[in-house]
């Protein structure tokens, strides 16, 4: 067999190439080209899952729509008290469970409809009415966490709902009526999976229709290539190949000043390093998640690091259930006194970071500050261990490798400190680490072979319940104890309709949970997020909730 | 040879039969599972049971299998437990990616390695000889991340001639057609998203191509030097042929046997996803998606992925085998 010569193999390449040539079209318009500084490349740690936010759960999804979308209620720039979004005020009704909202006129959507009364109501029936695929936890993960179940719930593990109905009053008044008083309303609402789409674009693009299987979910077009609220940047495309969502301004945003950026691009570059260098090299002109080793040199460098306030919790959890030394308070008490919690703060967490007095973080209503303190005290650690007949306990200390999390940068430094401390009191520790997702959060949130590991929370919306109702308020594998009293405590308080008596709630359940100690809360981090040097008008906030459209080149 | 490709591929269907037993098995007996990985320590155990009901990972192993084969033999891979999106989709939209660093990194290896190991192998024992020899050296010891990461600290952060990131600049408004970018590129004659998405591969391209040089440096020299001593090239010699004809008719061609073997290994290698380098350059591809997919443990992800690139490997191997054919007329495919 003769081999064929290349340059016949290259001629038909050739001839090949120019045959396709000219198949496909050019979508760019002409003269659509945009100078530089009109646009903002904003490096993020991962791909967002979806666009609409009512079927999102996670960070980076929320990120994004969180800058197409508003919310009945905002949260104030840089903090987390709920302040006026799509709704200029609200008030409950004397039973608290009937709140109406008064909203705010002139609004109009990316596709050029009103904003008005029966678009949020067809908003939250669309949520409250869903049935199928829509009911499934991983589609509709917020809406369960914050309202439990639907108009009619089909699958008998979900809860009732504490949505009950919207009423149209006028164009711009509703009423959003709940089955009981709640700690969620109204703070809850500025959840971005509470955001309000366009009714024409959710019915044209068939919103609601999650098809497939339960083993095979697929979300409808709406979700991936039609997002459409009232935001300050529209949706324009999303690049998977690429690895980036490019929003564009949108010139009817009235929700406050129109944004001085053109257009919004967010690329993922999950590597922490990797966003670095991508900074330093003008490929990017901001990112999030700064490791908190990097915030002093970018900072020399001229960058403008920004840190938010701290709106997170890291603690060490002790299992009362599968060690019954842990069930004996003096024991938990020694754990405590043994810790060298400053030193922890000082060396491994980023400036700015505080020791945890409370499990819930000073920028949170609820905080209280004259709780039971746990200073280091090495002696009084040993001497309560020799009370409790304790002096030569062993525990298994769980921790996680291969994470980073806003409120624990480096998982495994935090345990090596930490299980110093506990050996120097005479602690003997059986380390036990484990990969994060999933190994480890599935050992240390069931069963009960877990004595320590930690974990934190990062909060949704600013209320304390959202922190220390999500760790306290019922039996957990987590923690392994059962104390009906602060139970009860917690239902009082989720169920109380003034604010100042939920809050002097909130304060007492904090010095309870003190007192029971059923873990140790270690730190509060303030995450940090960098921006080029020439980058100024963003305002860091707890929420992750920055607003963009202030944003603008020096 | 007709029959040897229908044989090869026949082949197929035992091999990839027995590799998703394997992996099915292999994924489910990893501990935890999607629903942790979606729920993160917003989970209650109440809301991991629910997930894992409706994904029907509750089902005994059997049962899960038999649903997977039944969709194979219909050439349907599912859906992503996490994006939602079709397995085929998302690797339509990332495989590209890893071919063209792929291309990229075997024209660099191939380029640079075939003439440099020629050469090395003809001045035997001189400089560049051993300077080859010690730069392979080096090339297959250095760690690919730290490879990237040098070469991004000089060429993107300090001098600023290459980009750090991606695949794009996504300021470029480029249309999208195979998400080949550059062959997009040249297909909508965007020319200047054509040259960006080259542009961006030389880094990458360079980090990935790294060990595949040296070894073909290597095997290249070994080989030449081998062919010389040959009786054959004495005779060509002898005959009065001249240099350059003994070179390309007899040396080379007879020396690119073994490299052809090692190049078809090696491109099915780098197919299969350079985690670290699409990791460290952020460059959408599969291999930092399966590397995702692990920690999520999105098995439909990574059933259809992996089959898809062992037909891949068989297909590459195959090329190879044939091309051998091509390369020396005296090897007979049957």
């Known amino acids: 067999m003769r081999a064929p010569r290349p340059k016949v193999a290259l001629a038909a390449v050739a001839v090949a190439a120019l045959a396709v040539a000219g198949c496909a079209e050019s979508n760019r318009d002409e003269g659509s080209s945009e100078s530089k500084k009109d646009t903002l490349v904003f490096g993020v740690a991962g791909d967002p899952k979806v ?73 939250f029936d669309r949520w409250y009415n869903a049935k199928g695929l829509m009911q499934s936890p991983d589609v509709t993960a917020y809406w369960q966490d914050v309202m439990g179940g639907f108009a009619k719930n089909e699958s008998p593990d979900l809860p009732p709902s504490l949505f009950k109905s919207c009423t149209v009053k006028d164009a711009t008044t509703v009423d959003l009526a709940f089955t009981r008083v709640s700690s969620k309303v109204p703070s809850a609402l500025m959840l971005t999976a509470f955001g309000i789409h366009s009714p024409k674009a959710l019915q044209q693009y068939d919103a609601s229709n999650v098809t497939g299987s339960a083993t095979d979910i697929k979300y409808p077009s709406y979700a991936t290539e039609h997002p459409t ?14 690895k980036t969502v490019t929003l564009e301004r949108n010139d009817d945003f009235s929700g406050g000043p129109k944004a001085k950026i053109k257009t919004l691009i967010y690329k993922t570059i999950s590597d922490e390093n990797a966003r670095k260098q991508a900074l330093r090299s003008g490929d990017i002109q901001g990112y999030d998640l700064v490791g908190p080793a990097d915030v002093e040199p970018l900072k020399g460098e001229g960058f403008n690091v920004l840190t938010r306030p701290a709106f997170n919790v890291l603690y060490l959890a002790i299992n009362q259930k599968g060690n019954p030394k842990l069930a004996d308070l003096k024991v938990r008490q020694a754990i405590a006194h043994a810790l060298n919690r400053q030193a922890l703060v000082d060396s491994k967490l980023p400036p700015g970071a505080k020791v945890a007095l409370n499990f819930l973080p000073d920028t949170v209503e609820g905080f209280n500050g004259e709780v039971t303190k746990y200073d280091y005290n090495p002696e009084k650690a040993k001497q309560l261990l020799a009370e409790a007949g304790a002096s030569n306990l062993t525990l298994k200390f769980h921790y996680p490798t291969e994470v980073t999390r806003p409120y624990m940068p480096n998982p495994k430094d935090i345990f090596e400190l930490l299980s110093a401390d506990l050996k120097a009191v005479g602690i003997n520790v059986q380390a036990i680490p484990l990969k994060w997702s999933p190994d480890y959060l599935n050992a240390t949130t069931s069963g009960s072979a877990h004595d320590l590991h930690f974990l934190g929370w990062t909060g949704d919306y600013g209320d304390a319940y959202n922190f220390i109702g999500t760790f306290f308020d019922r039996p957990k594998d987590e923690w392994g104890y059962n104390n009906p009293a602060l139970f009860e405590k917690f239902k009082k308080a989720d169920t109380t309709a003034d604010q100042a008596a939920r809050v002097a709630l909130y304060k007492e359940l904090n010095a309870d949970i003190m007192n029971f100690l059923p873990g140790v809360p270690i730190s509060h981090s303030p995450p940090a997020l960098v921006f080029a040097k020439d980058v100024t008008g963003i305002k860091a906030s707890p929420l992750t909730d920055e607003k963009f459209e202030t944003a603008e080149f020096k | ?26 994924l489910r007996r990893l501990p935890g599972g999607p629903e942790t990985a979606i729920l993160g320590e917003r989970g209650t155990p109440e809301m991991r049971a629910a997930i894992r009901r409706n994904l029907g990972l509750d089902e005994p192993i059997l049962v899960q299998y038999g649903r997977f084969m039944r969709r194979m033999l219909q050439l349907d891979l599912g859906t992503s437990i996490s994006t939602k999106r079709e397995v085929t989709t998302e690797f339509l939209q990332r495989f590209p990616g890893t071919v063209e660093l792929t291309v990229m990194a075997m024209v660099i290896a191939i380029g640079v390695g075939i003439p440099l190991g020629y050469l090395a192998a003809r001045r035997r024992g001189r400089f560049l ?12 010891c250095i760690p690919v991340f730290f490879l990237a990461y040098v070469l991004k600290a000089i060429f993107a952060e300090s001098l600023g001639w290459f980009p750090s990131s991606g695949r794009q600049d996504p300021t470029i408004e480029a249309t999208r057609v195979t998400n080949f970018f550059v062959l997009d590129g040249l297909l909508t004659r965007e020319w200047d998203a054509a040259a960006d998405a080259i542009w961006h591969l030389v880094l ?4 990935l191509a790294s060990i595949p040089l040296a070894i073909i440096v290597r095997i290249t020299r070994a080989s030449v030097l081998e062919v010389l001593g040959e009786d054959f090239v004495r005779t060509a010699e002898a005959k009065g042929l001249t240099e350059s004809t003994v070179r390309r008719r007899h040396v080379l061609r007879n020396a690119m046997l073994p490299v052809a073997t090692s190049i078809g290994l090696l491109t099915g290698g780098l197919l299969s996803g350079a985690v670290l380098t699409e990791t460290v350059f952020a460059f959408s591809g599969i291999g930092a998606f399966v590397a995702d997919s692990i920690s999520q443990r999105d098995y439909p992800v990574l059933m259809g992925f992996i089959m898809i690139i062992a037909v891949m490997y068989v297909l590459v191997n195959l090329l190879v085998d044939v091309s051998y054919s091509i390369i020396d007329p005296r090897v007979r495919v049957r």
């Open chain 1, 51 to 123: 666009l609409d936010p009512s079927l999102a759960s996670d960070g980076e999804s929320f990120r994004v729509s969180r800058q197409i979308f508003e919310t009945l209620v905002s949260a104030e720039e840089g903090g987390t008290k709920p302040v006026p979004g799509l709704a200029e005020s609200w008030t409950p009704d004397a039973t608290g469970t009937v709140w109406t909202f008064k909203l705010r006129s002139g609004v109009k959507f990316h596709d050029g409809t009103d904003f008005n009364a029966e678009a949020v109501c067809i908003n």
């Open chain 2, 204 to 207: 990458p391209g360079i980090a």
């Open chain 2, 129 to 140: 000889d051993h300077a080859s020899v010690a730069g392979s050296l080096i090339g297959i």
């Open chain 2, 1 to 26: 040879m007709f029959r040897f490709i229908v044989r090869r591929l026949l082949q197929l269907i035992p091999t990839l039969f027995g590799l998703s037993i394997l992996l099915f098995i292999w």
């Open chain 1, 229 to 242: 609220g009232t935001g300050p940047y529209k949706f324009k495309s999303w690049d998977v190949a690429n």
